[in-house]
């Protein structure tokens, strides 16, 4: 369950304040699958960063599963980070000189677990990559590369996941790969979060939360 | 997955940048371990030498000091003589428990020159490391007895097999017959590479009548050894030189040298570090992205710093790893490598492969390493992830 109240983020262009996101506040279920919508500096990223707690609002507050993230600790905030919170990213961000296994293997080790390489293989099966995990990123297709990352989000086993533009990088049929993965990540229970500026995708998942200058709409 | 899959990674990615900053380390860690290894070598060889050397002090014509420590330590000819005389005078000083007096010169040999100690009996006792390995000590004019060295070198040259054999050698011109009579066991010291003869005998060869080059001069009493030297001085014409002196004197002569190549040495380490730290921050600059996407991962601050100091500490490892390495092979041929330079230098190889060189080896390019990744890593660690993973 994630809540967000009466949000506001600003920076300062100078001495100019910039109102990214402007008191906004709703409610994210647990399992739910969900459109973050808008054109491009409507807040879409800040409001991304600021529920994987890589960010913290200039005012109002967000509760992730009952703990408000303003009352957390610096060491309990990298665990909610890693343990409640894993990532997708547009460009997929993977390190090009590991393998896919060893890419997903990595917020594993960062979390101390031990046992990764059957976890990192049993993911990587599971997002259909089981035939390319000593694959390096360069040898992947996009569709391929974004499917690692999604098996990397799910290393730490958290209960969302926020991708940011996921397809925007993708051709049809790959987006469309890629989508039907998340609809199985949420299948299990999982809060999905798509940020997207596509109202197509957006379209096709249950809930939208559409924001414009900062404000949801 | 462990960190050193991370750190090797890392490595791996820039292969040329961290190949040079390896050998950057390497020279510094080479020449700090060829230095150490050598001093050490130098000074002990110095040391055990002069332990062979016996006397406590010794006495010779008034002189340049530096001429003297080159004639006790290296032998040689000094034009100045003292009357015989004087050793008389010497051993009435109470502290001096024997006297030994010494004529030097040289005779020529199948085309080279060998030189000569005219002794008596009484070097035997100032001598303790002495042991007369085949035949006896030279009694009368005309005998010889070999260092062993020189007794080696004579058997292989010149078809020597035994003591008893003549040889023809010319002083100044003149051919002069002598018998060997005696071969000295080994010393490891000088003493290998001199013939010695009686001193009277000596005295003839090389016109050196009724006078003395040198007196090995044994003491009752070490701790009033100042108290000697002034006494032997009052004798005319008498410089008296200690050991410790000599050790002084040796040490003084290297030292201008080491102070010089210590500057190197520093300036060889700076470089080294600034090199690595170069290398280390345009890694953390390069992986900016990186670094932002593994703080998401949940990375802490922590292990973002350690995984980039690591990184810096083993280029460092590497490079000190074959500097050693490097450093092991010119300490083996230090010989060869310290006689270039030095003014005077042992008979027994300063080869020494040195617990404290190596110890300081591995010490000091890790040590920089460290301080030359701290920064790099630190800013590697204080990375806001956010301003990083911009969509740009």
Known sequence: MVVVENVSKIYYRGREEVYALQDISFEIAEGEMLALVGPSGSGKTTLMNLLGLLDKPSSGRIRINGRYADELGAGEMLRVRREVVGFIYQQFLLIPSMTALQNVMLPMYFAGKKETREIAKTLLERVGLGDRLHHLPAELSGGEMQRVSAARALANNPSMILADEPTGNLDRKSAEDVLRLFGEINAEGKTVIVVTHDTELAGSLPRILSLRDGKLA | ???????????????????????????????????????????????????????????????????????????????????????????????????????????????????????????????????????????????????????????????????????????????????????????????????????????????????????NIQLNELGMMDDTVEQLEEIPDVQAVTVDQVIGTVQGMAGTGEAMLMAVLALALLIGGLGTMNTMLMTVFERTREVALMKAMGASDGKIFNLFLMEGVAICLVGSFIGIALGGGAVWAGDALLSGFLPLMPSQTVSLFSGQALALSLAFPVGIGVLSAVYPALRASRLEPVEALKNE
């Open chain 2, 1 to 215: 997955m462990n960190v050193f899959t991370i750190v090797f990674d890392g490595i791996r990615r820039r292969k040329i940048r961290s190949i040079l900053s390896v050998i950057g380390i390497a020279i510094a860690a080479m020449a700090l371990f060829t230095m150490v290894s050598l001093r050490e070598g130098y000074e002990t060889a110095m040391e055990s030498e002069l332990d062979q050397m016996g006397a406590h002090v010794v006495a010779l014509a008034k002189g340049c000091p530096y001429e003297a420590v080159a004639l006790i330590m290296m032998g040689g000819e000094v034009p100045d003589t003292l009357s015989a005389d004087v050793v008389d005078e010497i051993e009435k000083i109470p502290n001096v428990a024997i006297a030994a007096p010494n004529a030097l010169g040289a005779y020529e040999h199948m085309g080279e020159m060998h030189s000569v100690a005219g002794i008596t009996p009484k070097e035997k006792e100032v001598k303790p490391g002495w042991e007369v390995a085949e035949g006896r000590f030279p009694e009368n004019s005309g005998e010889v007895m070999l260092g062993s060295e020189k007794a080696a070198m004579l058997a292989e040259e010149g078809g020597f097999d035994g003591v008893g054999e003549q040889i023809t050698v010319s002083v100044d011109g003149e051919a002069e017959d002598l018998e060997i009579v005696g071969i000295l066991g080994e010393t490891a010291s000088r003493d290998d590479n001199t013939t010695y003869t009686t001193l009277e005998f000596a005295q003839r060869l090389f016109d050196q009548e009724d006078e003395v080059i040198t007196v």
